[in-house]
Antibody, heavy 125, light 107 residues
Framework: QVQLQESGPGLVKPSGTLSLTCAVSGDSISSDNWWTWVRQPPGKGLEWIGEIYHSGRTNYNPSLKSRVTISVDKSKNQISLKLNSVTAADTAVYYC??????????????????WGQGILVTVSS | DIQMTQSPSAMSASVGDRVTITCRASQGISNHLVWFQQKPGKVPKRLIYAASSLQSGVPSRFSGSGSGTEFTLTISSLQPEDFATYYCLHHNSYPYSFGQGTKLEIK
């Protein structure tokens, strides 16, 4: 069973850098998956941040593109999210997940719905 | 960028009701649409992928339809555990985007 676990500071100062990691167990980070970050401000909807393939290929939301970096660490079987120049608007629960865009041709394993439990990051001085 | 618009934004219904939620894309997305359910304080849960394919383990009272720009999620007979917020997501092109959500409440 694939498990995802987000970790990182729960409080970041304005203008600082938000850094989170997502540890993957039960699957290899080098498998055929797009590892994804999604966030949700308190009381609001979901926002797609971006995704990474094990090759290092990334796709980002243009609304965040100049500030966001997603990377993969194969030795630790985890992905990371960095968001710089944060403001209060970046306060949100951050989720890591896998393959948001599911295709019917995927294997049953790849079609499994996998999410971390989410981590609340507050931007405040 | 493709915008996803859900309607209604909120609705109330009774146990046993048939409920339909609509998601419209600002341009054609083929069937590259996913529906999620989210309960308060919980992680989103995928219900439907490829617009109409039921996620494994999801009750058959949930169904999805549509292609192109208009999509629907239907719950054939509401159960108490179905009261939640529902989101659509397109993955036709980058950037992916979610609808704003539809909050389904008990009447």
């Amino acid at each position: 069973q694939v498990q995802l676990q987000e970790s990182g500071p729960g409080l970041v100062k304005p203008s600082g850098t938000l850094s989170l990691t997502c540890a993957v167990s039960g699957d290899s980070i080098s498998s055929d998956n797009w590892w994804t970050w999604v966030r949700q401000p308190p009381g609001k909807g979901l926002e797609w941040i971006g995704e990474i393939y094990h090759s290092g290929r990334t796709n980002y939301n243009p609304s965040l593109k100049s500030r966001v970096t997603i990377s993969v660490d194969k030795s630790k079987n985890q992905i990371s999210l960095k968001l710089n120049s944060v403001t209060a608007a970046d306060t949100a629960v951050y989720y890591c997940t896998r393959d948001l865009g599911v295709d019917p041709s995927y294997s049953s394993d790849r079609k499994n719905d996998c999410w971390g439990q989410g981590i609340l990051v507050t931007v405040s001085s | 960028d493709i915008q996803m618009t859900q309607s209604p934004s909120a609705m109330s219904a009774s146990v046993g009701d048939r409920v339909t939620i609509t998601c419209r894309a600002s341009q054609g997305i083929s069937n590259h649409l996913v529906w999620f359910q989210q309960k308060p304080g919980k992680v989103p849960k995928r219900l439907i992928y490829a617009a109409s394919s039921l996620q494994s383990g999801v009750p058959s009272r949930f169904s999805g339809s549509g292609s192109g720009t208009e999509f629907t999620l239907t719950i054939s007979s509401l159960q108490p555990e179905d009261f939640a917020t529902y989101y659509c997501l397109h993955h036709n092109s980058y950037p992916y985007s979610f609808g704003q959500g539809t909050k389904l409440e008990i009447k």
